[in-house]
Nanobody, 126 residues
Framework: HVQLVESGGGSVQAGGSLRLSCAASGYTYSSYCMGWFRQAPGKEREGVAAIDSDGSTSYADSVKGRFTISKDNAKNTLYLQMNSLEPGDTAMYYC?????????????????????WGQGTQVTVS
């Protein structure tokens, strides 16, 4: 069972930047799809970005050009660099992982695809 621990959230002004980290442990498979999700109060959890086992990346339209997902396999850490933050980015951010690949285009956005989740880190943009 993979354990995920997010960090790096905080409060920033609009236009600022944050980098979220997700430290993973307990891997038992050779490849994983890893994603970042966010959930604002009263809203559904939505996919922000994902990185597949081959390094290919996917992004929600709302964050394209502003957010960058990456991973350091040696450190078993997933990152989300968030630039040009907007008040609409305010949410709890979660990382998630699923053995194998992210599947067909768009599947990475489905929370049900992932079987391991972190506890979340809060991002507030004012």
């Amino acid at each position: 069972h993979v354990q995920l621990v997010e960090s790096g959230g905080g409060s920033v002004q609009a236009g600022g930047s944050l980098r979220l980290s997700c430290a993973a442990s307990g891997y038992t498979y050779s490849s994983y799809c890893m994603g970042w999700f966010r959930q604002a109060p009263g809203k559904e959890r939505e996919g922000v970005a994902a990185i597949d086992s081959d390094g290919s990346t996917s992004y929600a339209d709302s964050v394209k050009g502003r957010f960058t997902i990456s991973k350091d396999n040696a450190k078993n850490t997933l990152y989300l660099q968030m630039n040009s933050l907007e008040p609409g980015d305010t949410a709890m951010y979660y990382c998630a992982t699923e053995p194998g690949t992210c599947g067909p285009p768009g599947w990475w956005k489905l929370p049900s695809l992932y079987n391991s989740w972190g506890q979340g880190t809060q991002v507030t943009v004012s």
